[in-house]
């Protein structure tokens, strides 16, 4: 999939003039956290089931789920920002605007790797001696690093969104 920065500035300055002059209601907290919500819950899950496992031990296991409930929360408000940027676009922008239509299609690759990821971690934690640490080492390591890597990704189109939205202020400044 290719596109232009041409193309990405000039249809990011037309969603920027919708989004505007729009009357799109605020989303609540709760509508946007819910992405975060799946894989805290698959993690959650093998959580609960490691003192099944072979080897347990209850204090690290009780001290990684107090940090994991905490970094769960972090990690699902961090994601309701991203959701909530997509509750402001326009109707039907996914079908108008393919800079939209590339962004969905990375958010859902990057959102699968890293439900995949936190599986994997949960298999490794049932089925290896290092039980709820591989849980919790891996599931932050491989969220940072998907987060690195989604950032990365997504740094190349920001720019000509910065200007997009810069052209669109300027119009607006001018009528």
């Given amino acids: 999939m290719t596109i232009t920065y041409e193309k990405i500035k ?12 729009s009357s799109n209601k605020v989303p609540s907290i709760f509508s946007t956290v819910k992405y975060g919500l799946l894989p805290a819950g698959v993690y959650f899950t093998f959580f ?31 994601i309701s920002g991203y959701s909530q940027f997509f509750s402001l676009l326009p109707e039907g922008a996914q079908e108008r ?4 239509r590339i962004c969905c299609k990375k958010m859902k690759v990057y959102y699968a790797i890293w439900l995949a990821s936190v599986f994997v971690a949960g298999l490794l934690a ?16 491989s969220t940072v690093l998907i987060a690195l890597a989604f950032n990365f990704d997504m740094s190349r ?5 910065l200007f997009g939205v810069i052209s669109a202020i300027k119009e607006k400044s001018i009528k």
């Fill in 10 to 21: 000039s249809e990011v300055r037309i969603i920027s003039e919708e989004m505007v002059n």
């Fill in 97 to 100: 605007f393919e800079i939209v």
């Fill in 48 to 78: 609960l089931a490691c003192p099944f496992a072979d080897v347990f031990i209850k204090n690290i296991w009780m001290f990684l789920g107090f940090l994991s409930f905490f970094f769960w929360v972090f990690i699902s408000i961090f």
């Fill in 126 to 141: 049932l089925f290896t001696i290092w039980n709820v640490i591989a849980l919790a080492v891996v599931t932050v390591l």
């Fill in 157 to 161: 189109y920001q720019l000509a969104s």
